[in-house]
């Protein structure tokens, strides 16, 4: 099991509302990434946050924003949700001054829009 | 676009016998990393190999890689029930901290 930690496990919610999910990183990881993982495939990068500033996004609109606090936890903020958007949200830490290493994972947040 | 592919996509065999399953990938790399992820919960490492290593050994585990081809493969040994996951090779786009992963084997172990 890792150090990380995203709440909460289960939510539902419905089309065009908003939600947040929140990661806490492994003890002495700087970096947080959030992925989605759509039901048979495989986790899509969405962002990355270094020292409480996005440092990378991939295709993914801008509805999907974050946040980095002091202590490297992070939140994942999902505007005007869609029915598309229902999937697997996972949070992975890494120490950014070692490159290309292994990411720990959380246990992810399984979201589901009606 | 996915960076890796996995072949099968599926893969069902009786416990004790090894499971082999391939990944491709696309672009250069600098390490290729192996994830298991039970029933839709977290991904858990596995192991990784450098670019510069062509086999590596941990445990029931064995990876081989091979540059050339862009391509890798895991074998467990003398598999578990305990075992079965999907099971999803990452690679990190060259310069970017950015995982890249391909769409898993799901591999089920028969009693």
């Known amino acids: 099991e890792t150090g990380v930690t995203q709440s909460p496990t289960h939510l539902i919610k419905t089309r065009g509302q908003q939600v947040t999910l929140r990661c806490s990183s492994q003890s002495g990881h700087n970096t947080v990434s959030w992925y989605q993982q759509a039901l048979g495939q495989g986790p899509q990068f969405i962002f990355q946050?270094?020292?409480?500033?996005?440092?990378g996004r991939g295709n993914f609109p801008p509805r999907f924003s974050g946040l980095q606090f002091p202590n490297y936890s992070s939140e994942l903020n999902v505007n005007a949700l869609e029915l598309d958007d229902s999937a697997l949200y996972l949070c992975?830490?890494?120490?950014?001054?070692?490159?290309?290493?292994?990411?720990?994972f959380g246990q992810g947040t399984r979201l589901t829009v009606v | 676009s996915q960076q890796g592919e996995e072949d099968p996509q599926a893969l069902s065999i009786q416990e004790g016998e090894n499971a082999t399953m391939n990944c491709s990938y696309k672009t250069s790399i600098n390490n290729l990393q192996w994830y298991r992820q039970n029933s839709g919960r977290g991904l858990v490492h596995l192991i990784l190999?450098?670019?510069?290593?062509r086999e590596k050994h941990s445990g029931r585990l064995r990876v081989t890689l091979d540059t050339s081809k862009k391509s890798s493969s895991l074998l467990i040994t003398a598999s578990r029930a305990a075992d079965t996951a999907s099971y999803f090779c990452a690679t990190y786009l060259q310069g970017a901290q950015k995982l890249v992963f391909g769409q898993g084997t799901r591999l089920t172990i028969n009693p």
């Open positions: 190999i450098r670019s510069n290593e």
């Open positions: 946050y270094y020292r409480e500033e996005e440092n």
């Open positions: 992975a830490s890494t120490a950014l001054g070692h490159v290309n290493t292994e990411a720990f």
